[in-house]
């Protein structure tokens, strides 16, 4: 069976230190992989997704940046946090048919 | 532009107290429509996926219906444990984007 595995599941960081949060797939191949961020009581906003390695797309103009080095393997990075990156970050995945899609337990980031 | 409006933002209802739950949604070529249960705290709950119009899906005391505008959720006689935000999302042909309405949160009171 798939799994999404997403750590850490909370991370206090101060302003303008670097970010790097990572989620790996397992049990399925060439998915599908999101980076969402939800606001407290809001919904999801997509950030970035990636069809394949090395493919990236943005959805959003802000201070963070996506890479998939790997094809199960997604990672969300920033090399200055602002007050304004605090929330809650959510990595999905989906198959290419787009059955479906799961989402990892998510990371509470808090910049102080 | 695609867009995905799920209403109403807040809904509090008894304990067996049966409804809806909308969303609505303007998209060109419609992939797929997926409804999700989130609880505090966590990663949404994949629920549904549903295709295309006259479709239904069940699951317990849930069913989500879909038409070409937009899609319900039925909450039939629900309990407590079924408290929780309830969100939809869109995924279009041409593109990969999965995108979501901002949910509905619902409230069973005792």
């Known amino acids: 069976s798939q799994t999404i595995h997403q750590w850490p599941a909370t991370l206090v960081q101060p302003v303008g230190s670097p970010l790097s949060l990572e989620c790996t797939v397992e049990?399925?191949?060439?998915?599908?992989l999101y980076w969402y961020r939800q606001a407290a009581g809001r919904g999801l906003q997509l950030l970035f997704y990636?069809?394949?390695?090395?493919?990236i797309s943005s959805e959003v103009p802000q201070n963070l940046s996506a890479s998939r080095p790997q094809d199960r393997q997604f990672i969300l990075s920033s090399k200055k946090l602002l007050l304004s990156d605090s929330g809650f970050y959510l990595c999905?995945?989906?198959?290419?048919?787009?059955?479906?899609?799961?989402f990892g337990q998510g990371t509470r980031l808090t910049v102080v | 532009e695609d867009q995905v409006t799920q209403s109403p933002e807040a809904l509090r209802l008894q304990e067996g107290e049966s409804s809806s739950l909308n969303c609505s949604y303007t998209?060109?070529?419609?992939?797929?429509l997926f409804w999700y249960r989130q609880d505090p705290g966590k990663g949404p709950e994949f629920l549904f996926t549903?295709?295309?119009a006259g479709e239904e899906k069940e699951k317990e005391r849930l069913k989500a219906t879909l038409t070409k505008k937009e899609s319900f959720l039925h909450i039939t006689a629900p309990k407590p444990e079924d408290s929780a935000t309830y969100l939809c999302a869109v995924l279009i042909f041409g593109n990969e984007k999965l995108t979501f309405g901002t949910g509905t949160r619902l409230t069973i009171i005792p």
């Open positions: 049990g399925t191949s060439n998915p599908n």
């Open positions: 549903l295709y295309s």
């Open positions: 990636s069809v394949g390695i090395g493919q």
């Open positions: 999905a995945w989906s198959n290419q048919q787009g059955a479906r899609a799961f």
């Open positions: 998209v060109s070529g419609l992939r797929g």
